[in-house]
């Protein structure tokens, strides 16, 4: 996965920590973090889950480097709800 701004010409940068990684699903939720889904094809792979990461001043930042999961997700779906 690569970080990358539509209207530069500088070249696109790998996003730390998702090399060699097998992904999954990909998702941003209301507050604009994305959230990547991490397989794991073989069991001697990282741990299957999902990985949170969040965006300032053009670099990322993980919120969480994993969110196990027993089961591989097949949708990520985000909710709005209303401040109380």
């Known amino acids: 996965m690569y970080r ?18 097998q992904l999954g699903p990909v998702s941003t939720d209301a507050g604009g973090n994305l959230w990547v889904g991490q397989q794991q094809p073989q069991p001697s792979d990282p741990a299957a889950g999902l990985m949170v990461f969040g965006f300032q001043n053009g670099a990322e930042t993980v919120l969480d480097p994993l969110i196990g999961t027993s089961l591989n997700p097949l949708n990520i779906d985000f909710v709005s709800a209303p401040n109380s």
């Open 4 to 21: 990358f701004n539509p209207t530069s010409s500088a070249t696109p940068v790998a996003v730390n920590g998702l090399q060699g990684l």
